[in-house]
């Protein structure tokens, strides 16, 4: 039996990925009316609740690659942020490691591939150990 994980996302915030949500070939729709806070994304805040919602279904391939290539990355993105900041803080904020996870999805995506499997062809791929770690470049 075929599981689809649901993610409820404010439409700003999904609109802001809908090209990588289109390459995933999940399906989304809109919604009109609310959920209890069980279901809250992520990228939805309590005080947002009253915006307009999509509700984007993954499964486990997707939803595993939404969550390395996007939510990972950019959290990544705040670390790079804060490990490069002689204050030690987080100053350059969201939009910087937006721009950092999708630059850093960009370089990786053949990896990505590579070691878990297209995610479009709602395969998953048990990753194999590799002989040398990959470097990255800043």
Same mark, same amino acid.
């Given at each position: 039996?075929?599981?689809?994980?649901?993610?409820?996302?404010?439409?700003?915030?999904? %609109?802001?990925? /809908?090209?990588?949500?289109? #390459?995933?070939?999940? $399906?989304? +729709?809109?919604?009109?009316?609310?959920? *209890?806070?069980?279901?809250?994304?992520?990228?939805?805040?309590?005080?947002?609740?009253?915006?307009?919602?999509?509700?984007?279904?993954?499964?486990?391939?997707?939803?595993?690659?939404?969550?390395?290539?996007?939510?990972?990355?950019?959290?990544?993105?705040?670390? %790079?942020?804060? /490990?490069?900041?002689?204050? #030690?803080?987080?100053? $350059?904020? +969201?939009?910087?490691?937006?721009?950092? *996870?999708?630059?850093?999805?960009?370089?990786?995506?053949?990896?990505?591939?590579?070691?878990?499997?297209?995610?479009?062809?709602?395969?998953?791929?048990?990753?194999?150990?590799?002989?040398?770690?990959?470097?990255?470049?800043?």
């Amino acid at each position: 039996m075929r599981r689809d994980r649901c993610l409820r996302f404010a439409k700003e915030f999904f %609109y802001r990925d /809908i090209d990588f949500f289109d #390459r995933l070939g999940d $399906r989304y +729709e809109e919604v009109d009316t609310p959920r *209890g806070d069980e279901h809250l994304a992520v990228e939805e805040k309590v005080d947002d609740a009253d915006s307009e919602k999509i509700d984007c279904h993954f499964n486990r391939a997707t939803g595993r690659c939404f969550q390395l290539m996007r939510v990972f990355l950019h959290e990544l993105g705040h670390h %790079y942020d804060y /490990i490069t900041n002689r204050k #030690r803080r987080c100053s $350059r904020g +969201e939009d910087f490691a937006e721009s950092y *996870g999708q630059r850093l999805e960009k370089e990786i995506w053949p990896d990505y591939i590579r070691a878990f499997g297209d995610p479009v062809d709602r395969t998953c791929k048990v990753p194999k150990k590799s002989a040398a770690p990959r470097k990255f470049s800043r």
